[in-house]
């Protein structure tokens, strides 16, 4: 499956005396929440991002967006166009860093921090370097 570069997706956004709720329509479990307006969009973006981008690791069929002026909304909900630029987030979640736990000799880690080793940085070249990705960021 083709993934797209941006999407756009209608949000709702529930008012509520404890804050707002974001919902996504066509993404059921798309879900966040925030206490302010500005806030909400943040958070909608982010959610919508994360979601999707899930959706498509998981080569997920991605539903085709509902129009703002088919959503039944109550008093108390707001419509909102929510749009994400994938490739902004694609970048920033595959390069999140991540905690592994590994186990060494002590000798061999006694040395290391006396010689001030970076232990993350040395796994990491080791690891490119282990699998042939030299030239990979």
């Given at each position: 499956m083709?993934?797209?570069?941006?999407y756009v997706f209608p949000a709702i956004f529930t008012y509520e005396e404890d804050g707002i709720s974001i919902e996504f329509p066509d993404l059921?479990?798309?879900l966040s929440c925030a206490d302010t307006t500005d806030e909400a969009i943040r958070m909608a973006k982010e959610a919508l991002a994360l979601h999707l981008y899930g959706m498509e690791e998981d080569?997920?069929?991605?539903?085709?967006d509902t129009p703002i002026n088919n959503i039944n909304l109550l008093k108390n909900q707001i419509p909102l166009l929510i749009e994400v630029h994938m490739p902004l987030?694609?970048?920033a979640?595959?390069?999140q860093s991540i905690?592994?736990?590994?186990?060494?000799?002590?000798?061999?880690?006694k040395?290391?921090?006396?010689n001030k080793i970076n232990f993350s940085q040395v796994l990491q070249s080791a690891l490119k370097e282990q699998l042939g990705l030299k030239n990979h960021n």
């Open positions: 083709k993934e797209k570069d941006t059921p479990g798309c080569n997920d069929k991605i539903p085709k987030y694609r970048t979640i595959e390069n905690k592994k736990t590994l186990t060494i000799p002590q000798w061999l880690n040395i290391a921090e006396q």
